[in-house]
Nanobody
Framework: QVRLVESGGGSVQAGGSLRLSCAASGFHYTNYSMGWFRQAPGKDREGVAGISTDDTSTYAESVKGRFTVSRDNAAKTLYLQMNALKPEDSAMYYC????????????????????WGQGTQVTVSS
């Protein structure tokens, strides 16, 4: 059974950095594509970054150049390094998983991923 547990969220000043982690268990992690999503109050959940089984990644325009997604297959962990944070980055951040390779155009689509974690809160103050 797929289990995803996010951690690393917190409160930070604008311009600061955070690194989110997503610990995966219950499935063969290497065979899964992974994604990071976020949802602010009153807004839809949006894709932030996605990484496929071949380590290719896709980013939302709003985070390109600031966020980096990576995966450690040995540790079964997904990461999101977030730099130059802005108040508009404040949201609950979720990781998600899907078996198999995911094409670049589908990595930021919520419907691509059937399995989700519970989220970790990120708050950026100005």
């Amino acid at each position: 059974q797929v289990r995803l547990v996010e951690s690393g969220g917190g409160s930070v000043q604008a311009g600061g950095s955070l690194r989110l982690s997503c610990a995966a268990s219950g499935f063969h992690y290497t065979n899964y594509s992974m994604g990071w999503f976020r949802q602010a109050p009153g807004k839809d959940r949006e894709g932030v970054a996605g990484i496929s089984t071949d380590d290719t990644s896709t980013y939302a325009e709003s985070v390109k150049g600031r966020f980096t997604v990576s995966r450690d297959n040995a540790a079964k962990t997904l990461y999101l390094q977030m730099n130059a944070l802005k108040p508009e980055d404040s949201a609950m951040y979720y990781c998600a998983a899907r078996f198999g390779r995911v094409s670049w155009w589908a990595r930021l689509e919520r419907s691509t991923y059937p399995d989700w974690g519970q989220g970790t809160q990120v708050t950026v103050s100005s």
